[in-house]
């Protein structure tokens, strides 16, 4: 079956260091997401690529970064200069034109 | 701009009760609407999504939105509800063209057996 591959569910990790989250999709989809999200604040936009080879920021770029090598992985790294990174993080894809998204499971980074 | 609100961050109903979970958009042109539900360290679900057909939305799990766009509002529905609808719920919106999605803060429905 098709669909959106966030690893790992639960990540641990020291103040100061960066951490990977990975994000694979195999739904042939061209735009990748990821979203942070806090209690009470909903979803918030890190980054967006459309194709490959680029991508954008969102409102909360700063302290993230991305690359899009590939069309089916989009991770996302949380930097030591994020200065608050425990969150639960979203990845999504979705089809070009004017579609809903298809969303992993999350990955909920706790940063100690 | 673009931008979604959800009017009451936490709604209590009773098992069997009328749903009724608020969304109200601002879009300069009538957007693409979606609402999505979300259960606890889960992703997020399609419901159901307005693009401009029909202005009454039939999504799963039996819920259903109406578009009113004299009111800019695409409020979720469901006539009855089940204990396995406690959930958060995320009211959506996409203009023509627009790159990504923006959503509401989110709702959290608890159902009292």
């Known amino acids: 079956d098709g669909g959106i591959t966030q690893s790992p569910k639960y990540l641990f990790r020291k103040e100061g260091q960066n951490v990977t989250l990975s994000c694979e999709q195999n739904l042939n989809h061209d735009a990748m997401y990821w979203y942070r999200q806090d209690p009470g604040q909903g979803l918030r936009l890190i980054y967006y690529s459309q194709i490959v080879n680029d991508f954008q920021k969102g409102d909360i770029a700063e302290g993230y970064s991305v690359s899009r090598e590939k069309k089916e992985s989009f991770p996302l790294t949380v930097t030591s200069a994020q200065k608050n990174p425990t969150a639960f993080y979203l990845c999504a894809s979705s089809i070009k034109g004017n579609y809903g998204y298809t969303f992993g499971s999350g990955t909920r980074l706790t940063v100690v | 701009a673009q931008s979604v609100t959800q009017l009451g961050s936490h709604v209590s109903v009773s098992e069997g009760a009328l749903v009724l979970l608020r969304c109200n958009y601002s879009?300069?042109?009538?957007?693409?609407l979606f609402w999505y539900v979300q259960y606890p360290n889960q992703g997020l679900q399609l419901l159901l999504k307005y693009t401009s057909a029909a202005t009454l939305v039939k999504g799963i799990n039996g819920f259903e939105a109406e578009f009113k766009k004299s009111e800019t509002s695409f409020h979720l529905t469901k006539p009855s509800a089940h204990m396995s609808d406690a959930a958060e719920y995320f009211c959506?919106?996409?203009?023509?063209?627009?790159?990504?999605?923006?959503f509401g803060t989110g709702t959290r429905l608890t159902v009292i057996p």
């Open positions: 959506a919106v996409r203009q023509t063209g627009a790159n990504n999605l923006f």
């Open positions: 879009s300069s042109v009538p957007p693409y």
